[in-house]
Structure formats: structure tokens, C-alpha cells
């Protein structure tokens, strides 16, 4: 099979891809978490608000690629394996992380007020 290396195929494939994210429920948790940010940003722009918004476009980003580590796990086996069960851990923990990430910035952002 011969690959297709146009712009208008790798689109097609990002938003097929897209759609398959948004069928989980962590991810559209995710895109209304980034819909708020980005909805900061344009109320208000500064670094803060940039700052989020950008994390929180990661972390989508991070939850496709912790979304496709749990799909192949699950295409080499659906059995319990403690493996796999490390490497299923270690993508939450990379979610995590950014979820972290993402609080942080925001109670800076909001420590003026407190």
C-alpha cells in the first residue's frame, strides 16, 4: 500500500483522528477545559491566560497520544498484564502532569484576588 504524503490526506487524518478523541470522555472533559482557556485568553490576554490556553491545547495533545498508547495495549492483549498495566500508568501520569501544570498557572493567575 502506497502512503499518501499530501497536506489534504495528513488533514483528513488529523481530523479523523480528531473525531476519534472526542469519543472519549476524558478528552471532551478536556475540550471544555481548553474552550474556558481559550475563552480566557480572549476576555483577558496576558501571560497567564496564554499560558493556559497553550497547556491545555498540550494537554489534549497528550490525552491522543495517551488515548493511542491504551488502543494498541488493547490491540496486544485485553488480558491483565502488569506490563501493560505500567505503560497504561505512565500515559495517565503524563496527563497528569499537565493537568498540574494547568492548576498551577491558574492559582497564579488568580492570587491577585485572593
Excluded at 491504551?70 to 488480558?79: A, G, R, S
Aim: glycine letters at 4%; one cysteine or more.
Amino acid at each position: 500500500m502506497q502512503k499518501k504524503r499530501n497536506i489534504i490526506h495528513a488533514t483528513i487524518n488529523a481530523v479523523d483522528g480528531f473525531k476519534e478523541l472526542a469519543l472519549q470522555k476524558a478528552a471532551r472533559r478536556e475540550l471544555v477545559l481548553a474552550a474556558i482557556a481559550i475563552g480566557f485568553f480572549c476576555y483577558r490576554p496576558n501571560v497567564y491566560t496564554v499560558l493556559v490556553a497553550v497547556l491545555s491545547l498540550v494537554l489534549l495533545a497528550v490525552e491522543a497520544l495517551n488515548t493511542a498508547i491504551e488502543k494498541i495495549c488493547d490491540l496486544i492483549t485485553l488480558e491483565e498484564h502488569p506490563e501493560i498495566k505500567k505503560i497504561k500508568d505512565l500515559g495517565a501520569a503524563a496527563v497528569m502532569i499537565i493537568v498540574v501544570a494547568i492548576g498551577l498557572i491558574f492559582i497564579r493567575y488568580l492570587s491577585p484576588y485572593f
